[in-house]
Nanobody, 115 residues
Framework: QVQLVESGGGLVHPGGSLTLSCAASGFTFSATTMKWYRQTPGTERELVARITPSGGSTNYADSVKGRFTISRDNAKNTVYLQMNSLKPEDTAVYYC????????WGQGTQVTVSS
């Protein structure tokens, strides 16, 4: 079955960096667009970044452009989100997502940016 397992979240000071990972299984990872979303309490999930199957094209939310980088390793079935210059407003639960016959989500990983 399809599984997405995020890791790498934690507490970081403003201006710091974190790298999130999402290990995927149960589908042809190298043929599938992958996305990172984030969500804070009481809000809808926000699309943060997207990467095409080959990794040749990426898209970012305006709020993270120039600070976040999405990448993937198709040999490891893993997608990453490198987050630099983190701000308190980046605090959220971050989710990995892919859409096959339906949308699949990981369990999420908490990122907290605070001094």
């Amino acid at each position: 079955q399809v599984q997405l397992v995020e890791s790498g979240g934690g507490l970081v000071h403003p201006g710091g960096s974190l790298t999130l990972s999402c290990a995927a299984s149960g589908f042809t990872f190298s043929a599938t667009t992958m996305k990172w979303y984030r969500q804070t309490p009481g809000t809808e999930r926000e699309l943060v970044a997207r990467i095409t199957p080959s990794g040749g094209s990426t898209n970012y939310a305006d709020s993270v452009k120039g600070r976040f980088t999405i990448s993937r390793d198709n040999a490891k079935n893993t997608v990453y989100l490198q987050m630099n210059s983190l701000k308190p407003e980046d605090t959220a639960v971050y989710y990995c997502n892919t859409v096959l016959m339906r949308s699949y989500w990981g369990q999420g990983t908490q990122v907290t940016v605070s001094s």
